[in-house]
Nanobody, 116 residues
């Protein structure tokens, strides 16, 4: 069974940066969507950023200008560069990869904590 594994989370100071990465445990064919979502305690999950197979990216308002999503559908990898981090960015971040089928895969999440 395909698994998505995230890495790169951890503790950052306000204003700092982190880069999250997500890789599939085995090849996933025909990926057309890759994205990052986050969920803070007591909050609903929300989409952070996404990238489609045609290269089109979309960002949540809170991520625009601070976060950058990139992905390689052939390598089944997606990354999220996060700059100018704020305490309110603290959450568990999950990656998602969707392929024709549809086949929808989610990672188990990586904790991001922004605190001084």
């Amino acid at each position: 069974q395909v698994k998505l594994v995230e890495s790169g989370g951890g503790l950052a100071q306000p204003g700092g940066s982190l880069t999250l990465s997500c890789v599939a445990s085995e090849e996933i064919a025909s990926i057309y969507f890759m994205g990052w979502y986050r969920q803070a305690p007591g909050n609903q999950a929300e989409r952070v950023a996404s990238i489609r197979s045609d290269g089109k990216t979309e960002y949540a308002d809170f991520a625009e200008g601070r976060f950058t999503v990139s992905g390689d559908t052939a390598k089944n990898t997606v990354s999220l560069q996060m700059n100018s981090l704020k305490p309110e960015d603290t959450a568990v971040y999950h990656c998602r990869q969707t392929a024709t089928g549809p086949l929808d895969y989610w990672g188990q999440g990586t904790q991001v904590t922004v605190s001084s």
